[in-house]
């Protein structure tokens, strides 16, 4: 069977799994927005469809993490007015629930993001704590009533200090996701028979939690921008990719034993239609923050790139520009797709997230084959081959195992070698001077 017919039938097959009745409640999960306000708006018209298609169906709307991005100079300048605008809306249409990421901290520290998304509706769920106090910044769970149903959400964050924002890093208190877990799961999960975790912990941390949760469990996960369903049992564990490019519906039932079963389905959010209010929002601010160096053309393409394939469309560039065998950039420097036509500076920092040094190094085929063979996971990616974070990856299409290659990453990727090669440690070499953007816009661009 092919990998997409294969991706295919699982989700028929999953959507199978809960019997022929009607539906008793809605939960819509979003992870990893990061800001992308080409299609915030589209997101709360997409509930609105969804709330005119089944009139009194109990909804609630679950964001799990990274919904605020500074890496967008819109919303950097602005202090995510559109995004606490779309927790205003979203919270006006259903009880709506926000876990808390390693980025929605950087505009306004921990204790302020917390009485901010709060003051708009929505409701935060964090197990992040004071480390001064050991208080938690909010409450690790919330209790939801959707008609006669009621549920639990719980809510987790990675443990990795190293991706908050450096200024805010003293004031987070972290725990090891898993630990915490083994510790606060089991009382937390008994006070409803509808469990939901949302996890922004990443996958790695999230094969230790899953078997910690009863069966006919919501997982959903997010951190690693990943797409992807997968069942265990009557527990569901699903990521709601990146950039408010899809959507998860997960559809509530009971079989006759009682215990909750999850019909669940991904949906892209289309670019239009989209809500009149938040879209008019976002063209005034856009207006009034984007400076000229960012409406800037600084690329052209002949064809527009969705997310995956402008990633890998980079590493091809990275590849040339920096003259070696293969490129390997970590996937959550990426963030969106890229236009046709003319790239601004804007469009382009949407797509290239982070900037950074280049490092180059030298490795055996047999090495490279290891790398490539684990890089450029997608939906399709099984679920026992997947690693949470990955490399997208540039390389040749067939490897002699008995040559040496030279191979390029960011200063992101050799700093957390281990992370995204592996052992035995890679020795890398800075290349002064060079930087990521630097090189793949000049490629983009064709000067050499």
Request: net charge neutral; aromatic share 8%; charged share 20%.
């Amino acid at each position: 069977m092919g990998t997409a017919r294969a991706a295919l039938f699982f989700l028929l097959a999953l959507r199978l799994l809960a019997p022929a009745t009607t539906p008793e409640a809605l939960f819509v999960v979003v992870g990893d927005q990061h800001s992308a306000y080409e299609r915030t708006a589209q997101l709360v018209a997409a509930v609105d469809r969804l709330k005119a298609k089944h009139p009194g169906l109990p909804m609630a709307i679950l964001l799990d993490g990274d919904t605020l991005e500074s890496g967008n100079v819109v919303a950097r300048r602005s202090r995510g007015i559109v995004d606490f605008a779309m927790f205003s809306a979203l919270a006006t249409r259903a009880p709506t629930v926000v876990n808390l990421g390693n980025h929605d901290t950087e505009f306004y520290g921990l204790a302020e993001t917390v009485a901010r998304i709060e003051a708009t509706g929505a409701k935060v769920v964090t197990n992040l704590t004071n480390p001064t106090t050991g208080r938690p910044a909010a409450s690790p769970s919330i209790p939801l009533t959707l008609g006669a149903n009621r549920a639990i959400v719980i809510g987790v964050a990675t443990e990795d200090l190293s991706t908050y924002p450096e200024a805010v890093r003293p004031s987070l208190g972290v725990a090891d996701p898993v630990a915490w877990a083994r510790a606060n799961f089991p009382a937390l999960l008994s006070a409803a028979p509808v469990r939901i975790v949302l996890s922004h912990a990443g996958l790695n941390a999230d094969r230790g939690m899953l078997p910690l949760v009863p069966d006919g469990t919501l997982f959903a996960g997010a951190h690693d921008h990943l797409r992807f369903l997968q069942a265990f049992g009557r527990t569901v564990y699903v990521h709601s990719g990146s950039w408010n490019a899809f959507m998860t519906l997960a559809w509530l039932r009971h079989d006759t034993s009682g215990v909750p079963r999850w019909d669940v389905e991904q949906i892209p959010i289309p670019s239009e239609p989209s809500d009149p209010r938040l879209a008019t929002l976002i063209r005034d601010t856009k207006a009034r923050y984007l400076a000229p160096e960012d409406r800037a053309v600084v690329a052209h393409l002949p064809a527009a790139l969705a997310p995956a394939d402008a990633a890998r469309a980079v590493a091809g560039a990275l590849r040339r520009g920096a003259g070696a065998d293969a490129a390997f950039i970590g996937n959550t420097t990426f963030g969106d797709g890229l236009p046709s036509g003319d790239i601004t500076r804007a469009a382009f920092d949407a797509c290239v997230r982070f900037d950074g040094e280049i490092f180059v190094a030298a490795v055996n085929g047999a090495r490279l084959r290891r790398l490539l063979t684990t890089a450029n996971q997608g939906v399709e990616t099984t679920f026992e081959r997947r690693s949470g974070e990955f490399n997208v990856a540039s390389g040749p299409a067939t490897v002699d195992q008995a040559k040496i290659y030279r191979i390029v990453t960011t200063d992101w990727g050799a700093k957390h070698s281990a992370r995204y090669f592996g052992e035995p440690a890679i020795e890398w070499h800075e290349q002064a001077g060079a930087t990521l953007k630097r090189i793949v816009l000049r490629e983009f661009s064709g000067r050499r």
